[in-house]
């Protein structure tokens, strides 16, 4: 008897032929797959439901997969989100990963590809949630909250998703330190391609928001080379 973590997973893809691929292939590597061929029945599965991770397709009846990203991630910032994306519509991966998602592959995709990807996810995803050791970074006036995916200030507090504090974390263990985007992109995506480098523009945007409640933290893009993340003393004023 296999006694492995069957993980919940919530398939959203209107091509029957792939939705049945994709699930046949989940269920023989013990995973537990619910199946949704439109956006609004994925919907009510995802409400009624506790899913480990989704897949998302982007082209849906009813509502459209950015549409339902943006509909989970307004509850829900931590689940895992993975785009599955038309090999022409290259900038769906981009808009995908700025409203919210994890990753995406591209149609049509191996299912080894798609498999490891999920792994990946997962094994973060679980890491995070069974991790109760209080392991605070202080970055200036914020407070990272590693296990929680918490990014805290004083005014402001923001669920980050697993990329998000993945880079979070990668940044704030090299303080002051220039870091290729080679490096950045192979620790924190474990690939380097073009939209991989355009996803990581879209998550260091990302961050610059969450972390502009402080002047004195900065991302710069060193043009051609790479990001240093600076996080400068308060400066006191004499009395």
């Known amino acids: 008897m296999n006694n492995e973590v069957r993980f919940p997973v919530l398939l959203v893809e209107d091509d029957e032929a792939l939705s049945f691929i994709?699930?046949?292939?989940?269920?023989?590597?013990?995973?537990?797959?619910?199946?949704?061929?439109n956006g609004e029945l994925a919907l009510e599965l995802y409400r009624s439901g506790n899913y480990a991770l989704i897949l998302l397709d982007v082209m849906l009846p009813r509502m459209d997969g950015f549409s339902l990203a943006?509909?989970?991630?307004?509850?829900?910032?931590?689940?895992?989100i993975i785009f599955l994306t038309a090999r022409s519509m290259t900038e769906d991966k981009i808009t995908g990963l700025s409203i919210g998602g994890d990753d995406y592959v591209t149609k049509p995709f191996s299912m080894e590809e798609l498999l490891l990807k999920m792994k990946i996810f997962l094994k973060r995803s679980s890491i995070s949630n069974h991790n109760h050791v209080n392991?605070?970074?202080?970055?200036?006036?914020?407070?990272?909250?590693?296990?929680?995916?918490?990014?805290?200030?004083?005014?402001?507090?923001?669920?980050?998703?697993?990329?998000?504090?993945?880079?979070i974390r990668l940044?704030?263990?090299?303080?002051?330190?220039?870091?290729?985007?080679?490096?950045?992109?192979?620790k924190v995506w474990g690939s380097n391609d073009y939209f991989m480098g355009r996803s990581l523009?879209?998550?260091i945007s990302r961050l610059r928001k969450y972390l502009s409640h402080d002047p004195n933290i900065k991302i710069t893009n060193l043009h051609g080379i790479g990001f240093r993340f600076t996080v400068k003393p308060e400066q006191k004023l004499d009395k």
Do not use: C, W
């Open 22 to 37: 994709i699930k046949d292939n989940l269920i023989q590597h013990n995973y537990k797959v619910d199946v949704a061929e």
């Open 70 to 80: 943006q509909e989970i991630r307004k509850t829900d910032e931590q689940i895992p």
């Open 135 to 167: 392991n605070e970074i202080i970055l200036g006036k914020y407070r990272f909250i590693e296990e929680e995916l918490m990014l805290k200030h004083p005014d402001y507090e923001k669920r980050l998703t697993l990329k998000e504090a993945e880079l």
């Open 171 to 186: 940044f704030a263990s090299n303080i002051n330190v220039i870091l290729s985007r080679d490096e950045i992109l192979m």
């Open 201 to 203: 523009d879209v998550f």
